[in-house]
């Protein structure tokens, strides 16, 4: 048998490449057929009609790969119904709402000539490497090599219907967060060019027929674009930042949100300007779920899942608010998987993907954005102020090394830290590759060098008590990474 390999098409979370080279309406019909025969047919319970909901960003490539996909679901007997434009949280919405498998189209912020697939099962339950995305892309890569089976019979085969969904995704999220009461607020919107300035008039605004809310929405970059005339759809980079806090300043705004492409991710900045860390929000907006929780169950110990490089405070205050905290590797798909088994009433991510039980376990930017509104919006000081409880360490943001031998340059810390102890005694983890802490002793730090899984980068995360101990650790750590073997580049987030 010949199989066409997609590895470098399909990874360990979703599709993602270049159009039309590495993903075409081919590829899309043959991922399409294996979607259906590996995750959607074996769904459908007691012979009952099986069913996918399909959406996709602003991107030009979108609706054609859409067609193409559906072909491959529909020739395999399975109903698709198609919701057009959405965000990836409002594809996740559907898919939880009317209880069908999804797949979003979108390369989130990714450059223009780049669109993907992003893959869950019925109730918006993800489709990952190890929960049938591997056999998704073997099949689609036997089928690119043998030929696509031959379709079932014409009064077997599936249905194309359409949805308008966008209005039913604000009104749940209205229900989730009261927005009603709070003082008004001034907040600048950076969308990107994105899905946000789709999603932001309906939810935030009285664009699906709601209630004006006591909010003043300067917006920046509302027009669907895929080809990001003004930024990258990426507010992790600082670079994009920079229209958003300059406008914040000249508005005299009390906050700013950035959105990412398919505005899954949303990032905050304080009436200054200054980047709320993603470790502040998840603090913040995870002792408000965790209070909300004991208020409507009277009690017990609420579950919020963090990942291994969010900041040590999250855990601190979370714990201190009487919740239990789970730590988990990078990815959302280990998120999603953690928060369905410990029924967890929030996740957060270091790269502001947020995570709520409400939401069918799923992430949605959106909705924390509006737990950062109710709690800024709920009490009279900036939002600067209340910020700082909830970062009070310094961390050095993720910083990438591209090296010419990963395993050489981890093997240089280990035998530094680990095996010599040269910065005294540490306790060590691999949960997600190799975590040294010295944070149960004086002077308090940590750290966290991981591998990534498809360039030759290594990604370190330092934290310390204060900056003088974070910068010596960050650069004793990046000296030895980038030792005897040349260091090319390097990355910031």
Request: charged letters at 20%.
């Amino acid at each position: 048998m010949t199989r066409i390999d997609l590895s470098s098409l399909i990874k360990a979370y979703d599709v993602r490449g270049t159009v039309p080279d590495q993903l075409s309406p081919d590829v899309a019909r043959a991922i399409g057929a294996a979607f259906a025969r590996v995750v959607v047919l074996p769904e459908a319970e007691g012979g009952a009609r099986a069913s996918v909901v399909v959406g996709h960003d602003m991107r030009e490539s979108g609706p054609g790969l859409v067609e193409a996909f559906a072909s491959g679901l529909t020739d395999a007997g399975v109903d698709v119904v198609r919701i057009g434009l959405c965000s990836t949280d409002g594809l996740y919405f559907a898919s939880g709402s009317l209880g069908v498998p999804g797949a979003m189209f979108t390369a989130s912020h990714n450059p223009a000539v780049y669109n993907g697939i992003k893959l869950c099962r019925a109730g918006a339950r993800p489709v990952g490497q190890d929960t049938g995305l591997a056999d998704v892309r073997d099949l689609a890569g036997d089928y690119l090599g043998e030929g696509l089976p031959e379709p079932v019979a014409a009064d077997a085969r599936g249905a194309l219907a359409d949805r308008d969904m966008l209005d039913d995704y604000a009104d749940f999220l209205r229900g989730l967060v009261d927005l009603s009461g709070i003082r008004p607020l001034k907040v600048v919107v950076d969308a990107g060019n994105g899905m946000g300035g789709y999603t932001v008039p309906a939810v935030l605004g009285t664009g699906s027929g709601l209630p004006p809310l006591p909010l003043d929405v300067v917006p920046l970059y509302f027009e669907l674009d895929g080809s990001f005339p003004n930024h990258e759809a990426n507010p992790l980079e600082p670079a994009n930042l920079r229209d958003l806090q300059a406008a914040v300043v000249e508005h005299d705004a009390d906050l700013g949100l950035a959105f990412d492409g398919d505005a899954d991710r949303c990032f905050v900045v304080d009436e200054h300007g200054d980047p709320v860390s993603p470790s502040a929000i998840t603090a913040l907006v995870g002792l408000r779920e965790v209070a909300k929780e004991k208020r409507e169950q009277g009690g017990g110990r609420p579950v919020v899942i963090h990942n291994l490089i969010t900041s040590r405070a999250v855990p601190d205050l979370l714990q201190a608010a009487g919740a239990e905290t789970v730590r988990t590797r990078v990815g959302h798909s280990f998120i999603k998987a953690q928060m369905a088994e410990h029924q967890a009433v929030f996740g957060g991510e270091h790269s502001a993907h947020y995570y709520f039980r409400d939401f069918f376990f799923a992430d949605t930017g959106m909705l924390a954005a509006m737990h950062v509104l109710a709690a800024l919006g709920s009490q009279p000081h900036p939002l600067s102020a209340l910020a700082d409880a909830y970062q009070p360490y310094v961390a050095s943001g993720e910083i990438n090394s591209r090296v010419a031998d990963v395993p050489a340059a981890r093997a240089r810390v280990v035998e530094a830290y680990v095996t010599q102890q040269g910065a005294g005694p540490v306790t060590t983890d691999e949960l997600d590759g190799l975590t040294v802490s010295h944070w149960d002793a004086t002077p308090q730090w940590w750290f966290n060098l991981r591998a990534s899984n498809t360039e030759p980068l290594l990604r370190l995360n330092v934290e310390a008590a204060d900056e003088d101990i974070m910068e010596k650790v960050r650069d004793d750590v990046l000296s030895l990474v980038r030792a005897a073997d040349g260091t090319e580049t390097e990355e910031q987030a």
